[in-house]
């Protein structure tokens, strides 16, 4: 045919890639040592042209190293090119050296319908068989989804305690107070009294800063009453509704405060402190405020701010208490054997936060 005797031009890319990389080593061993060895000695006299030589000579390595690198190259490209010859022979293209589609001998003329379309056709690639197989057995090699029984067990429950525990605040979350009280300081869960108070600083003009997240820390609060940037005092919140507060919390805070060295200190609590407390705190700067006082703070600001101070903390279900590890609210759950009911996370057993119910008992001291 025509196209088997076209001229191809040859480029001098392709006789180095047909070279042997042998042989581009070779070369360069010895312009490596006409470099080295034989030009230096060829002008001997001649200042100019022997230092000439003598800079050429230093530079053989980088000479011969682009040498081995075209090497590299080219006996890597060989090898890649003749691991593809053998696929390539096998293929199968369209100059009829493949076996995949390999025209058939012609057949005598009566033998063959005149089709020639079918013919065509015949001549290319088989065509793609459907799947004998029929929906249903497709349908049936894939195992069904069973759904989970431990989970269709476990939605029930969590959705009645999640309803149980919003039904007992319904009708104090609907019926929002008013005004201020101490029932409503009572009332405010751990977390948003710690938020309350510290927004009260806040509202009273002194910069503070909550720290992280947790009902039991040394530190709730911490107070900045000068332009130093350090804190001059630290506020531990206890929202413990009307519970005494013993000597033991009063305690530990003044282990924060000499450890941190600061000179002063507030515990605020919803409740009230025992007599202990306050002999301690007394003698330490450690000023206390209950829940009466610190009704009387609030009280004493204007009208405005008291408005905003308790429309922030009577904002969504402000009695249900904080996860302190997750910060959500957590879940009413019920007493086994006798047991009082409890607060637990939502995250159990990944979380295994619990909060015990308020009791009535005003009188009770709390030491933890």
């Given at each position: 045919?025509?196209?088997?005797k076209?001229?191809?031009?040859v480029?001098?890319?392709?006789?180095?890639?047909?070279?042997?990389?042998?042989?581009?080593?070779?070369?360069?061993?010895?312009?490596?040592?006409?470099?080295?060895?034989i030009?230096?000695?060829?002008?001997?006299?001649?200042?100019?042209?022997?230092?000439?030589?003598?800079?050429?000579?230093?530079?053989?390595?980088?000479?011969?190293g682009?040498f081995?690198?075209?090497?590299?190259?080219?006996?890597?490209?060989?090898?890649?090119?003749?691991?593809?010859?053998?696929?390539?022979?096998?293929?199968?293209?369209?100059?009829?050296?493949?076996?995949?589609?390999?025209?058939?001998?012609?057949?005598?003329?009566?033998?063959?319908?005149?089709?020639?379309?079918?013919?065509?056709?015949?001549?290319?690639?088989?065509?793609?068989?459907?799947?004998?197989a029929?929906?249903?057995?497709?349908?049936?090699?894939?195992?069904?989804?069973?759904?989970?029984?431990?989970?269709?067990?476990?939605e029930?429950?969590?959705?009645?305690?999640?309803?149980a525990?919003?039904?007992?605040?319904?009708?104090?979350?609907?019926?929002?107070?008013?005004?201020?009280?101490?029932?409503?300081?009572?009332?405010?869960?751990?977390?948003?009294f710690?938020?309350?108070?510290?927004?009260?600083?806040?509202?009273?003009?002194?910069?503070?800063?909550?720290?992280?997240?947790?009902?039991?820390?040394?530190?709730?609060?911490?107070?900045?009453q000068?332009?130093?940037?350090?804190?001059t005092?630290?506020?531990?919140?206890?929202?413990?509704?009307?519970?005494?507060?013993?000597?033991?919390?009063?305690?530990?805070?003044?282990?924060?405060?000499?450890?941190?060295?600061?000179?002063?200190?507030?515990?605020?609590?919803?409740?009230?402190?025992?007599?202990?407390?306050?002999?301690?705190?007394?003698?330490?700067?450690?000023?206390?405020?209950?829940?009466?006082?610190?009704?009387?703070?609030?009280?004493?600001?204007?009208?405005?701010?008291?408005?905003?101070?308790l429309?922030?903390?009577?904002?969504?279900?402000?009695?249900?208490?904080?996860?302190?590890?997750?910060?959500?609210?957590?879940?009413?759950?019920?007493?086994?054997?006798?047991?009082p009911?409890?607060?637990?996370?939502?995250?159990?057993?990944?979380?295994r936060?619990?909060?015990?119910?308020r009791?009535?008992a005003?009188?009770?001291v709390?030491?933890?």
């Open positions: 045919m025509a196209h088997g076209r001229k191809q031009s480029t001098l890319l392709d006789e180095l890639m047909d070279a042997p990389w042998l042989l581009i080593f070779v070369a360069g061993v010895v312009v490596f040592i006409l470099l080295v060895w030009l230096p000695d060829l002008a001997p006299g001649n200042i100019i042209l022997n230092s000439i030589f003598q800079g050429v000579a230093a530079v053989a390595w980088v000479v011969f682009i081995f690198l075209f090497c590299a190259v080219f006996f890597a490209m060989s090898a890649s090119s003749g691991s593809n010859r053998p696929a390539l022979k096998s293929g199968g293209g369209d100059t009829g050296g493949g076996t995949a589609y390999k025209r058939r001998p012609p057949e005598p003329p009566t033998a063959v319908p005149q089709a020639p379309l079918e013919t065509t056709v015949a001549a290319g690639p088989p065509p793609v068989e459907p799947d004998p029929p929906p249903e057995t497709a349908v049936a090699a894939s195992p069904p989804v069973e759904p989970n029984p431990a989970v269709e067990r476990d029930p429950e969590q959705a009645q305690e999640i309803d525990a919003w039904s007992e605040h319904a009708a104090e979350m609907d019926a929002k107070p008013t005004a201020w009280s101490i029932d409503v300081i009572h009332d405010i869960e751990w977390k948003r710690e938020d309350l108070c510290q927004k009260f600083y806040e509202t009273s003009g002194i910069r503070s800063e909550t720290t992280a997240l947790g009902p039991d820390g040394g530190i709730d609060i911490l107070l900045y000068d332009d130093t940037g350090k804190p005092a630290i506020v531990q919140c206890r929202a413990w509704g009307e519970h005494l507060v013993g000597v033991r919390p009063i305690r530990e805070l003044l282990g924060v405060m000499t450890h941190e060295k600061i000179g002063k200190a507030f515990f605020m609590t919803s409740g009230h402190f025992a007599n202990d407390a306050k002999m301690l705190a007394s003698s330490n700067r450690i000023t206390l405020i209950d829940g009466d006082m610190l009704l009387i703070m609030i009280r004493r600001l204007p009208a405005a701010a008291q408005k905003g101070l429309e922030f903390a009577t904002e969504g279900d402000y009695m249900t208490p904080t996860c302190p590890s997750c910060g959500i609210k957590m879940k009413h759950a019920a007493g086994k054997s006798g047991n009911d409890f607060w637990a996370c939502h995250n159990y057993p990944r979380c936060q619990k909060f015990a119910m009791q009535e005003p009188q009770e709390l030491n933890h």
